[in-house]
């Protein structure tokens, strides 16, 4: 990874004398970087007053990286080249359709380091190495964020972003055949002025380390704000499970984060606002909530509407907060959080900035705003930037402004504004989101490490190899999951038998289908013999004989709880709404197992019904600790068998004050499908 991203010398594969072309292009970035060049095309016996040599046999050194600028179809060859002259890594540039494998595997056993394919290079700002194949802006902008980005058009739009933060290594790191994420991120990591990694993400290569490497991001106290793309595939199996259907890509990149502390951003605009605030190195402080100050009423209320559906709180000032904001305010105004400063317009530097002063110094608020529209002021009023600045010197809170709509804002305001260390947020919406993002940074992450029991895990795999449905309760009950333990009936005396063992009243389900009830199979709260059979006579004649007898349980709260595969980020545990309508509500939660007892209780948390497990509208309790345990037992499944299975869900769990029992159970191992 040094040898290429602190490479002494280049050579460049493919280089050209042609105006426009790639070839030219590189040889342009190459004259602008810290690296010797050196030139190869048998084409030609000097570029310019640059000698160039046919082959990379015929250098002169070993270098440090080979950029490859030659089609697909040449691209083994000269990779097989570079390795036989002792190159170190290589950047390539084409999508190396249909030699991908090969690329990878000649590069891997050589032990070079690969940028690529399908890229547009790398920019190490902290030594002034350009490896690139496009045309880039020459003076860069340089700072303490560390990129790596999948996509080559994010590349070049970030490092032209005129924006309050720049790059100590900036990486487009393609389709990484062979050098992952994760390995940009440990070398970005080792270097004590990385302050912020900026990963724009779509399918990520090698989970384990990347999420290692997070896990040291967070430890070291760097935020790693993280724009996933496209989301990431799932199995086709996992449908099949009504969790697997809530458990897509886009929740399965939260899960991610959330195990991590990562920051999760969802689009471009957010992902620099965080970034700008984030890169002024102001932490928040012990507050949880933010503090905005407007100069109008109508923008305030909108500022309010946009923070509470992007889930962002407003600190609750203290009363000495407020009384002194009274003191400052027009009449007619009032002390607020959000608050609205325009009265007569009278002193407005002064007033503005005492009023910020307060909030900033109030211990409720994490972050401050000034949120004004920054357009330029005909006048030469700088009341505004002034205030701002004006607090910003006085103080090391968090502080920054808040603009409604980046065409209007005020160029040379807003630098003026960067240059003193106050970020300027180009949108209410994604610039709420980013301070939210800052007030609640670092959040506590999952550190149980969970418990493994190796007989357990062989036992069961060997019976999902050859799985029996059967056995799906069975499985639960081995993890420690309460359940309302069945019994399979071929024909009516079976089935009132089995009623009569588990005392009434019963459930009968039919075991032909999957979901039974979107087919009418289950049938509840039987009370006697007559009941069951003729419960029984009607499911055997619309879905066939086969069913199941299971007592009743308590009343209670409906939950789903589960295990999904996801097929990039392994098992995931799933908690949501449970019954029939699990889908529909998709009121869930997903974490990364291990999951502790007290991460499930978080996971809980943050479910839409969790008042109705406390008792909505006079009704008892459920017990809350007793579903916490389902939730750490399928954790423990996923731990041990998440290379096995695809899906394995209970629902519902009825928890009720008594307890919480899984009622069904769903099992879909790998490569086929059971219940």
């Known amino acids: 990874m040094a040898a290429m991203l602190e490479a002494r010398s280049v050579a460049i594969v493919g280089a050209s004398a042609r105006a426009d072309s790639f070839g030219a292009r590189m ?56 390795a036989d002259a002792g190159a170190r890594s290589a950047v390539v540039f084409g999508a190396a359709n249909g030699v991908r494998d090969d690329v990878a595997a000649v590069a891997s056993e050589a032990g070079m380091a690969v940028c690529g394919a399908g890229c547009m290079g790398f920019v190490n700002n902290a030594i002034g190495l350009r490896a690139l194949g496009y045309l880039e802006p020459e003076a860069l902008p340089v700072g303490g964020v560390s990129l790596v980005t999948h996509s080559g058009s994010a590349f070049s739009t970030l490092l032209r972003a005129r924006r309050g933060f720049g790059f100590r290594l900036a990486v487009s790191s393609g389709q990484e055949l062979v050098t992952t994420t994760a390995d940009y991120v440990d070398y970005a990591l080792d270097d004590p002025e990385t302050h912020i990694l900026a990963l724009l993400l779509e399918t990520p290569r090698d989970i384990p ?35 697997g259907a809530l458990a897509g890509g886009d929740a399965a990149w939260q899960a991610f984060c959330d195990s991590v502390g990562a920051v999760r951003v969802r689009d471009v605009a957010e992902f620099c606002d965080t970034l700008e605030l984030f890169s002024a190195g102001r932490r928040a402080g012990a507050g949880e909530g933010i503090a905005t100050v407007h100069d109008s009423g109508a923008e305030r209320a909108m500022v309010a509407d946009l923070a509470h559906q992007v889930g962002v ?16 305010l027009d009449d007619g105004l009032v002390a607020t959080n959000p608050l609205d400063v325009w009265g007569t317009g009278a002193d407005t530097r002064a007033l503005f ?10 211990p409720a608020v ?10 330029p002021e005909f006048d030469g009023d700088t009341a505004y930037p002034d205030a701002v600045l004006d607090v910003a010197a006085e103080t090391r809170a968090p502080l920054a402004v808040l603009t409604s709509l980046p065409a209007a804002i005020d ?18 919406r994604s610039g709420l989101v980013a301070l939210g993002h800052l007030a609640g940074w670092p959040r506590e992450i999952e550190r149980y490490e969970g418990t493994f029991d190796p007989d357990r895990r062989r036992r069961w795999r060997a019976w999902l190899a050859d799985w029996n449905p059967a056995l799906g309760f069975e499985l639960l009950a081995d993890y420690g999951i309460p359940i309302a333990r069945p019994v399979v009936a071929h024909d009516e005396h079976r089935a009132v038998a089995a009623a009569d063992a588990a005392g009434y009243p019963v459930v009968l389900k039919t075991v032909a289908a999957q979901h039974k009830s979107d087919v009418g199979g289950v049938v509840l709260g039987l009370a006697d013999a ?3 059979r003729s419960a029984y006579a009607d499911l055997a004649h619309r879905l066939g004989p086969s069913v199941t007898v299971q007592p009743m349980v308590p009343a209670g709260v409906e939950v789903s709880v589960g295990v999904v595969r996801d097929a990039v980020f392994g098992p995931l545990v799933v908690v949501a709404a449970g019954g029939t309508l699990v889908e529909l509500v998709a009121d869930r939660a997903l974490a990364c197992p291990p999951v502790s007892w007290g991460g499930a209780l978080r996971m809980l948390g943050t479910l839409r019904i969790r008042p109705l497990l406390d008792g909505w509208r006079g009704a008892a309790a459920a017990d809350v600790s007793a579903l916490a345990d ?17 899906a394995v869900e209970a629902n519902p769990v009825i928890v009720s004050p008594t307890g919480a029992i899984a009622v069904d159970a769903l099992v879909v191992q790998r490569g086929g499908v059971g219940q």
């Open 353 to 362: 900035r005492a009023c910020l002063r307060v909030m900033v110094d109030d």
């Open 209 to 243: 380390r990347l999420r290692h490497s997070l896990r040291r991001a967070y430890d070291r106290g760097v935020p790693a704000v993280v724009l996933p793309v496209g989301g990431s595939p799932t199995g086709q199996a996992m449908v099949a499970a009504h969790s």
């Open 411 to 428: 160029g040379d305001v807003a630098t003026r504004l960067r240059d003193g260390g106050v970020p300027v947020l180009e949108g209410f």
């Open 630 to 646: 389902v939730i750490v037992g399928f954790s423990a499944l996923a731990t041990e068998l998440g290379d096995s299975i695809e």
């Open 313 to 328: 709180d407003f600190a609750k000032l203290s009363a000495p907060s407020l009384s002194a904001i009274e003191d400052l």
């Open 530 to 532: 007559s009941a069951v």
């Open 366 to 375: 994490a972050v401050t705003a000034l949120a004004v529209d920054l357009v």
């Open 27 to 82: 040889i342009v970035e190459a004259r602008r970087s810290s690296a010797r060049m050196h030139l190869v095309n048998p084409r030609y016996d000097r570029i310019g007053d640059v000698p160039c040599v046919p082959s990379l046999g015929e250098l002169d050194e070993a270098v440090d990286l080979v950029l490859l600028g030659v089609p697909d179809g040449a691209l083994v060859d000269q990779v097989v080249a570079a």
